[in-house]
């Protein structure tokens, strides 16, 4: 008997669902866009195109005159940053005095107004201290002060007759003249103990084009000025990072620290102060940032005088670029800046790197699980 087979419903075969174009996910993209498209603009126009041009101005022999992105302005390629390192010449020595001042300058502003910021955010953290509102508006006041005010007065504070000089009068000490001397600091110490003239092994050669005993001359008299201008002005700002993170320390751990019968310093130097790393690295971070870049003071208190001797990279760039009408020199100067700025922040985040964790190796050299 013939059976009737009835055959089944053809079907296909399943294959990936269809990925879906559009929707509320694509929408809030859109939409994300569109939020962030102005300050990308705004960015793109005032920051990224002057950044793009002021490079090719550094390869330019541009003298200020007409446009720089015409035909008639020379290309020079390379050769602005080469006078800065290897021809000899006053490029070249100049850069590298302003940057072996500034080298002082960072050596001595970043850990001092570190740790001064530090030991005033302990302080008016103290629960025992009154008037805490008054001490840390006192302690701020200097950094939102104008540093033109500031660097006005301080003039008037450091002159031949000024109040600072006075007062090392009344302690029986002759005051130098403070924006006139340019001997190093480091110098006028060996003079002390007799080292008046400087050995021939430190002044027969060097790199860069200056002499080793230029090298370690140590901060000027003038530039020492500049420093405590800085150091006070800059430690208020840095001292209420400290404060807001001193404030969420638990206190639970300083508690627990006392009952198992550490000290005080114990209980800051394994308690507190680790605790304190991302905020320290901030500070350091933004100090070094700053100080590399310090400007104003030099223009209005000594312009890189005496005998260049507070002259730093970023007036360099100034000086070179809108009185000397090098505008090509100028910019390439600035974006070495640019460049050591961003060497010294990597180096020193890598320093400063939490060696507790984990380390992240690269990803080539990660090992995949047996088994997977």
Request: proline fraction near 6%; aromatic fraction near 12%; charged fraction near 15%.
């Amino acid at each position: 008997m013939a059976t009737d087979t009835l055959a089944a419903p053809g079907t296909a075969p399943a294959g990936p669902p269809r990925r879906r174009t559009g929707g509320i996910r694509s929408n809030e993209n859109v939409a994300g866009w569109l939020f962030v498209a102005p300050v990308i603009l705004i960015l793109g126009l005032f920051m990224l195109l002057p950044i793009l041009m002021a490079l090719w101005v550094s390869l330019t022999g541009w003298n200020g005159q007409g446009s720089p992105f015409t035909g008639d302005v020379p290309f020079v390629g390379g050769d602005n940053y080469s006078r800065l390192f290897t021809e000899d010449g006053l490029a070249r020595r100049d850069f590298m005095t302003a940057i072996r001042n500034n080298i002082y300058y960072v050596g001595i502003v970043v850990p001092v107004q570190t740790v001064l910021a530090l030991g005033l955010a302990l302080v008016v953290n103290n629960r025992l201290l009154k008037g805490k509102g008054f001490f840390r508006s006192a302690f701020y006041f200097p950094s939102v002060t104008s540093s033109v005010a500031i660097s006005v007065v301080f003039l008037f504070l450091f002159a031949n007759s000024g109040a600072v000089n006075r007062l090392l009068g009344l302690l029986g000490m002759d005051g130098p003249e403070w924006f006139a001397d340019g001997r190093g600091v480091l110098h006028l110490l060996l003079g002390a103990f007799g080292v008046d003239s400087p050995p021939a092994a430190l002044t027969s050669g060097g790199p860069f084009g200056l002499t080793w005993w230029d090298w370690l001359s140590g901060p000027s008299v003038a530039m020492t000025s500049i420093i405590c201008l800085v150091i006070w002005t800059t430690s208020g700002t840095f001292m209420l990072m400290y404060l807001a993170a001193l404030q969420n320390v638990p206190v639970a751990l300083d508690e627990a620290g006392m009952l198992d019968g550490a000290s005080r310093w114990q209980r800051f130097r394994y308690v507190t102060l680790p605790l304190l790393k991302p905020t320290t690295f901030l500070v350091v971070t933004l100090g070094l940032i700053g100080s590399w870049q310090v400007f104003d003071q030099v223009y209005v208190m000594s312009q890189g005088d005496p005998a260049k001797t507070t002259l730093t990279p970023a007036y360099l760039s100034y000086r070179t670029a809108f009185r000397d009408f090098d505008y090509g020199s100028g910019a390439a100067i600035s974006f070495v800046l640019f460049l050591i700025i961003i060497v010294l922040t990597l180096f020193q985040r890598r320093l400063m790197a939490d060696r507790d964790g984990p380390r992240r190796g690269r990803w080539w050299r990660r090992r995949v699980p047996e088994g997977s």
